[in-house]
């Protein structure tokens, strides 16, 4: 299994998804865009793709000129029914590769909300894996319309476009799942100013929340990254029987 990651800012941490891609066996390709490191001229060499967070928006290609390649590269991924996890600003540039709306600074979530899955999440394999409801962590100002053809999988009153997926297997979430409590006891350090401005009070009653919501929020996060790391399974699964059914017609 090879697996792309683009990584969108300093101190990117693939979490939870990190931890299923671990356990599959996954050698990762991991590109730090935002740090000018070229972007694959093509998918072929890959499995399945995954585009990380940034603090940058979906639209900002005057400070990020890496940005359409990426968004194209996107396309192509679902194109070609490879796997494609886009995170949070990853599910913004997900939403522009296939034609949505992108929506400046007027969704602002942030730390652990509860989400809840559409029908169509329910029926989905990667997200109903998490449960009916479950508490995720959140960092985010924008969001977007669902790109024509995609399914909403999951939603919140604040944000009613949570997670989507288009084709069979590229999925956006627009919240952290992969964000386990290890990786935010980390964020608390780094961008302890940020999140000062986001809300003054938050980091002395972080703890309180942690306690509350920090192990459904883990369950949760591995549950998908674990539901989302099996699409990739089932499409080399699929690759590998067709490639034996040629082979017994060719010498058949």
């Not at 000018?36 to 093509?42: R, V």
């Not at 899955?117 to 009916?132: F, I, K």
């Not at 883990?218 to 674990?226: E, I, S, Y």
């Amino acid at each position: 299994m090879h697996v792309l990651v683009i990584e969108n800012m300093p101190q990117s941490d693939l979490g939870l998804v990190g931890v299923a891609l671990r356990e599959a066996g996954a050698r990762l390709d991991i590109r730090k865009a935002y740090a000018q490191d070229p972007l694959p001229a093509d998918c072929d060499a890959y499995d399945a793709m995954v585009v990380l967070g940034g603090e940058q928006s979906a639209l900002d290609d005057a400070l990020y000129p890496y940005l359409p390649d990426l968004t194209h590269l996107m396309r192509r991924f679902t194109e070609t029914d490879r796997a494609v996890l886009g995170i949070c600003l990853g599910s913004q540039l997900l939403a522009r590769a296939h034609g949505a709306d992108n929506h400046l600074g007027t969704a602002r979530e942030f730390g652990w909300q509860s989400v809840a899955l559409t029908p169509a999440g329910l029926a989905d394999p990667v997200l109903s894996a998490a449960g009916e409801r479950f508490p995720v962590f959140e960092w985010h100002s924008d969001t977007f319309t669902l790109p024509p053809g995609a399914e909403v999988l999951a939603w919140n009153d604040t944000v009613p476009l949570q997670a989507f997926r288009i084709g069979r297997a590229s999925y956006g979430m627009q919240f952290h799942f992969e964000a386990g409590t290890a990786v935010i006891a980390t964020w608390k350090e780094i961008y302890k100013d940020q999140i000062d401005r986001i809300d003054p009070d938050w980091l002395s009653r972080s703890a309180r929340l942690q306690a509350r919501h920090g192990a459904a929020s883990d369950r949760a996060g591995l549950a998908l990254a674990r539901a989302w790391v099996e699409t990739i399974l089932v499409q080399q699964g699929e690759e590998a029987a067709s490639a034996h059914r040629e082979r017994n017609v060719s010498q058949g």
